[in-house]
Nanobody, 122 residues
């Protein structure tokens, strides 16, 4: 069984920062890419960022480039999403997920966490 557990969400004012964590357990993730997605009420799930466990491959969604940074700690089996200069439009449920390939599409992700809510007030 595979588990992904997100944490670090909360309420923050516009311009502030949050760091999300995604702890992976249950099996080796050395061959998986780890991604972050977000979903606002009434909207489709949106790609945010992805990183390989080697750290050599990183992609960002256009809406977060220059503001968000994805990183990982392989020893802790944890992936992070540092979010700076937050905007009200960043408000969403944030999910981490694991995929065997580099992809921005949800259908290629096999394992998902339960999500953590991020709310940015104006």
């Amino acid at each position: 069984q595979v588990q992904l557990v997100e944490s670090g969400g909360g309420l923050v004012q516009a311009g502030g920062s949050l760091r999300l964590s995604c702890a992976a357990s249950g099996r080796s993730f050395g061959s998986y890419f780890m991604g972050w997605f977000r979903q606002a009420p009434g909207k489709e799930r949106e790609f945010v960022a992805i990183i390989s466990w080697s750290g050599g491959n990183i992609l960002y969604g256009d809406s977060v480039k220059g503001r968000f940074t994805i990183s990982r700690d392989s020893a802790k089996n944890t992936v992070y999403l540092q979010m700076n200069s937050l905007k009200p439009e960043d408000t969403a449920e944030y999910f981490c997920a694991a995929s065997p390939m580099v992809s921005v599409e949800t259908r290629f992700y096999i394992f998902w966490g339960q999500g953590t809510q991020v709310t940015v007030s104006s």
